[in-house]
């Protein structure tokens, strides 16, 4: 606990993102209710809160997966670097390149290792040669500490790959296509104890490129990689503030409940 | 805690037992359980055994008809009756008609006869010839007109044997039956058999049974699906190309783009309507407006493949759809998540994971139309065709017919030799449709991929 307190005193300057008012609703459904919140640059955000609270949501309102949702509204001001990502000229498919995410559940696409990092460059456009786009998907893998497993194996298929190993080579591919965000929606839930400290170490490294926002059920791993927590409950965000200190002094009896397993 | 002792439970139906002694409800599950095994089997025993009586008797009657009665002896083509003049001259060696070849065949038979000393049993030279098809003629004197040089020679000549003869040897035709047929007698039948011992008459396999077009009334024994399968294939090849682009096109778009609301709904419910519409109101449909409207022409394998079409697309959208669905959504979110747009996301992931559900239902769903036999009634390609279709584009605009229409074309005529060529055109068509059907398995085989 001490190493985190000494952790959480790292400040980011910058906001990535910056949410006000946030409202988002599937069809009568108030799902999200006012949030406010800013995401830090260069560090680990972490969402925690029971099942049903809407964190999972709420992240997916970040890259406008949400619109994918017929019934899905999001109403309010979300924005990357300034700039309103439900504005109308934003294209969704073009945010999404810059905010990254990976899922629950592993799902790398049936194809090789090698084309499943490469699918993100091919589609932008982002490398001119083969040569450029093995680069890429050389140093994919090593950012996603998978390359030493793979290497000689890249065109074996990504869905033969263990569960932890599947993950990191989703990771590989959202970071892939360069992106500056990088939302993960609880990356670890269907991982061993071994693959998910092998995730959280990986988590912890992309932080000094990426901004990254995590949903977790588990407290011990929001403690352990995030350096801000936001703690949802009933669509509301409750309580926002250092990992450190919602974990160690937390100022909202609702928090302090779900932490020490009252609620949740 | 303390009084969960003492307040008993609800009572438990059967008391606490040794495992070794099967209680009366479990003894009335597990025999539930042996009836239900027993319901099925039986069940499968009955459709197996449906379905072994109907191919057993489909081939018992149907094989015979790949095999066909032949005469082969020396024809001398005299130039006296084919070419009067002596020029070789097309035109005019056309003024002779069919009369004067069937002279020639009889003429040819009768010197043989005499030279193989084979007792004609009392039969005039009329009745000699007639156990040469009406058939023979025709196919000679094609074949002289398109060689004249033949002329003058003698040929060795295999032509069809009347069809009754044919029947005789298959043992359709039997001495009582002749006795009452007005075409047929005793005596003919007991020349055939000395025809056959002494090697003028034999049977062999029959290509032109799948060659021919086909043949009238009076000479089943040429009757052939040469027009039929061309006919069939052609449709084939024109509905799979109108259906499978608008099918897979209108299910990506219903499943992947639509929007949710009232109109799609209701396409979606008429969809699956129109997959229940019986065939035969879709041959009015083309009848109306392929021909009347439109003025396609009428028999062609273009109006008979649009009307097929229109059935087929439902079942396609069908088939396509429901595979379409199946591809988990967690494919999807990938292929967004990382940026691919939505039509990205269906052709790069969705419709390869797809493509073997595609693929079998279009297939199944082509073949149904190959079966088809009602709407082309309606359009006409049930007529007496008698010139192959020529070769596409303008052979899709010929008249044609097709498989199942040529089998109830022949099942209504009243000689049985027609009787056996449809068990012979079943046969064909089954083995069409077991080829699509295992070109579907393979093809599912082929693109099948885990995730």
């Not at chain 2, 088809?372 to 605009?397: C, R, T």
Request: charged content about 20%.
């Amino acid at each position: 606990m001490k190493d985190m307190r000494m952790e959480s005193r790292v400040q980011s300057a910058v906001n990535k993102i910056e949410a006000r008012k946030v409202q988002v609703y599937y069809g009568e459904n108030h799902a999200i209710k006012d949030v406010d919140v800013n995401i830090p640059d260069k560090a680990v955000t972490a969402f925690i809160g029971p099942s049903g609270c809407g964190k999972s949501t709420f992240l997916r309102c970040l890259n406008r997966m949400n619109d994918t949702i017929p019934v899905c509204r999001v109403e309010g001001l979300i924005q990357l670097e300034g700039e309103d990502i439900y504005d109308k000229r934003v294209d969704p498919v073009q945010l999404r390149a810059k905010v990254g995410m990976v899922f629950q559940k592993p799902n790398p696409f049936p194809k090789s290792i090698y084309d499943n990092v490469a699918y993100g460059p091919r589609i932008h456009g982002l490398t001119r040669n083969k040569a450029e786009l093995d680069e890429v998907v050389e140093s994919c893998l090593k950012k996603a500490a998978l390359w030493n497993e793979v290497k000689d194996r890249l065109h074996a298929p990504g869905t033969g790959l263990s569960g932890g190993q599947q993950q990191r080579l989703c990771i590989a591919r959202a970071i892939a296509t360069g992106p500056e965000v990088l939302l993960m929606d609880e990356p670890c839930s269907a991982l061993d104890p071994i693959a998910t400290a092998q995730v959280e170490e990986l988590i912890d490294e992309l932080r000094s490129a990426f901004s990254v926002v995590i949903v977790t059920h588990s407290m011990q791993q929001a403690a352990r990689v995030s350096q801000h927590t936001a703690f949802f409950h009933l669509g509301h965000l409750v309580e926002y503030g250092e990992t450190g200190q919602i974990f160690t002094n937390p100022q909202d009896p609702r928090t302090e409940s779900y932490i020490t397993g009252r609620i949740g | 805690m303390t009084d969960l002792s003492a307040q008993p439970g609800p009572a438990l139906v059967s008391p606490a037992q040794s495992i070794y002694v099967t209680s009366p409800a479990m003894k009335r599950r597990n025999a539930a359980e042996t009836r239900f095994r027993a319901y099925g089997l039986v069940a499968i025993a009955l459709s197996l055994t449906m379905l072994a009586l109907m191919l057993v008797t489909i081939f018992r009657d149907g094989t015979s008809s790949f095999f066909q009665a032949r005469l082969g002896y020396p024809v001398e083509l005299s130039e006296k009756v084919l070419d009067p003049k002596g020029n070789r001259n097309r035109d005019e060696m056309a003024k002779v008609t069919t009369v004067g070849y069937g002279k020639v065949l009889a003429a040819g038979l009768m010197a043989e006869l005499e030279r193989q000393k084979i007792d004609l049993g009392g039969l005039k030279p009329k009745e000699v010839a007639e156990l040469i098809s009406k058939d023979a003629a025709g196919s000679l004197r094609a074949m002289v007109l398109a060689d004249p040089a033949l002329i003058g020679s003698t040929i060795d000549a295999s032509v069809f044997a009347a069809g009754r003869i044919d029947g005789y040897l298959k043992g359709r035709v039997t001495l009582e039956s002749a006795k009452l047929d007005s075409n047929i007698s005793p005596e003919q039948l007991h020349l055939a058999d000395r025809m056959r011992a002494a090697g003028l008459l034999g049977s062999g396999w029959n290509w032109e049974f799948f060659t021919n077009p086909d043949a009238s009334d009076q000479r089943p024994e040429a009757a052939g699906l040469g027009v039929a399968l061309l006919g069939s294939l052609y449709l084939m090849i024109l509905v799979a190309v109108m259906c499978v682009p608008v099918g897979v096109a209108a299910s990506i778009y219903l499943e992947e783009f639509a929007p949710k609301n009232t109109l799609t709904d209701a396409i979606e419910v008429n969809v699956s309507n129109l997959a229940a519409v019986p065939s035969i109101v879709y041959g009015i449909l083309g009848l109306s407006i392929f021909i009347n409207v439109l003025g396609l022409p009428q028999s062609s394998s273009l109006v008979g493949a649009l009307v097929i079409s229109l059935m087929t697309l439902p079942t396609i959208i069908i088939a396509t759809r429901a595979s379409i669905r199946a591809v988990p959504p967690s494919i999807r979110d990938a292929a967004l998540g990382v940026g691919a747009s939505k039509m990205q996301t269906v052709f790069h992931h969705v419709l390869p994971l797809a493509m073997p559900g595609i693929l079998t239902g279009t297939i199944l769903g082509l073949a149904a139309g190959l079966g088809q036999s009602a709407p082309l009634l309606l359009i006409g390609m049930v007529a007496f065709v008698d010139n192959h279709p020529s070769v596409p584009v303008e052979g899709f605009l010929d008249p044609a017919t097709a498989l199942p229409v040529q089998i109830y074309t022949w099942v209504t005529r009243s000689d049985p030799a027609f009787v056996e060529r449809s068990n012979g055109a079943i046969i064909v068509l089954l083995a069409f449709l077991v080829t699509m059907n295992l070109l579907a398995i393979l093809l599912r085989r082929k693109f099948e991929r885990r995730w």
